[in-house]
């Protein structure tokens, strides 16, 4: 008992340290799980978005095809 009694201040620093970092560690499993959550729906939303600018891009080549088409037809058509 005399070992408690002189060292209590020691083991109590100890059983702090400990609990402070079982919670830290509970804290940063947790942080690093919505991280990941939102990196996944980040990336969902930018696939998103860059599928809807693929599908412009590909409507305004066609809208040029078909008018240099057009372009060609009333130039051959006119001669």
Request: proline share 0%; charged share 30%; no cysteine.
């Amino acid at each position: 008992m005399e070992i408690i009694s002189e060292y209590w201040h020691q083991i109590l620093f100890v059983v702090g340290a400990v609990v402070v970092a079982v919670r830290l560690q509970s804290e940063v499993r947790s942080l690093r799980k919505d991280l990941s959550d939102v990196e996944k729906r980040d990336t969902y939303v930018e696939v998103v978005k860059l599928r809807a600018e693929v599908d412009v891009l590909n409507k305004q080549v066609s809208s040029l095809w078909e008018f240099s088409n057009k372009l060609r037809d009333k130039f051959h058509n006119g001669h």
